[in-house]
């Protein structure tokens, strides 16, 4: 799904640029477009697997009608997050709260589930599935990026080692099969992370030790411009998928 970078807000370009790593790039503004397109005016929208909360306070921002809540297991994460909003006060329309995805419930349905790089990192995403469906109202959308199965690597060399999944990634057949038991239809499902976000992730792995400082003014701009090619390309495979459901 090639991307509109034109669209894309300023304020949320320069909280991405914070990202030298390829994936931050890649994911967060795919996620951006497709929330984009969605014109979430008056939505509730949560956060699943929120981080410490960048992305959420940056489209909270954003979308300053919509209201966000951020969930995350990681209780120090939330700490982190909630210390955002006490230096920015000016963002008033977002929550964040330590729970667990698979069993979470929000105050009311939500419009909106947006899940980032977070289900490779959970042993029982089919339970985590059903509670998304679980807190959507009928029609909700759920967005999704998750590794793809199998992985692709430069001259077979894994520069990037994900210690912490508990799967490599997932098959197309195998995710939307999930979804459909969940209860979820499938609206778009594309690849990200192509032969320039795959360029991207190896360049940077490559280079990114001390001992390369010298090196970045170079290889950052570089890694940005392989990114933006793999936004604005329709990939026929990737390392990624980018998944939008509809609650049926």
């Known amino acids: 799904m090639p991307i509109n970078i034109n669209s894309i807000n300023i304020y949320f370009i320069k909280q991405i640029m914070r990202f030298a790593h390829p994936s931050g790039i890649i994911r967060t503004l795919t996620l951006y477009n497709a929330i984009h397109n969605i014109a979430p005016q008056n939505k509730y929208i949560l956060d699943a697997g929120c981080g410490n909360g960048g992305i959420t306070f940056s489209l909270a921002n954003e979308y300053k009608d919509s209201q966000f809540v951020g969930v995350d297991i990681n209780p120090n994460n939330i700490n982190v997050a909630k210390s955002r909003m006490l230096k920015n006060p000016s963002i008033n329309n977002v929550a964040f709260i330590n729970g667990d995805l698979a069993s979470f419930r929000c105050s009311k349905p939500v419009d909106i589930i947006y899940c980032i790089d977070v289900l490779e990192h959970i042993e029982d995403d089919v339970n985590v599935f059903n509670n998304f469906s679980r807190n959507l109202i009928d029609g909700g ?24 999944h508990v799967r ?66 329709t990939n026929v495979k990737g390392n990624g998928l980018f998944i939008i459901s509809i609650k049926q």
Request: proline share 6%; charged share 15%.
């Open 168 to 233: 490599e990634g997932y098959k197309k057949d195998d995710i939307i099969s999930k979804l459909i038991m969940a209860g979820l239809k499938m609206e778009m499902i594309t690849y990200t992370f192509g032969t320039f976000g795959q360029l991207a992730w190896f360049i940077h792995g490559l280079f990114r030790s001390v001992t390369f400082f010298f090196l970045w003014p170079i290889i950052y701009p570089l890694v940005w411009f392989l990114a933006y090619l793999d936004l604005i390309n």
């Open 141 to 164: 959308k759920l967005i999704i990026h998750v590794p793809s199965s199998p992985q692709r690597s430069f001259f077979n060399i894994d520069v990037n080692p994900q210690s912490d």
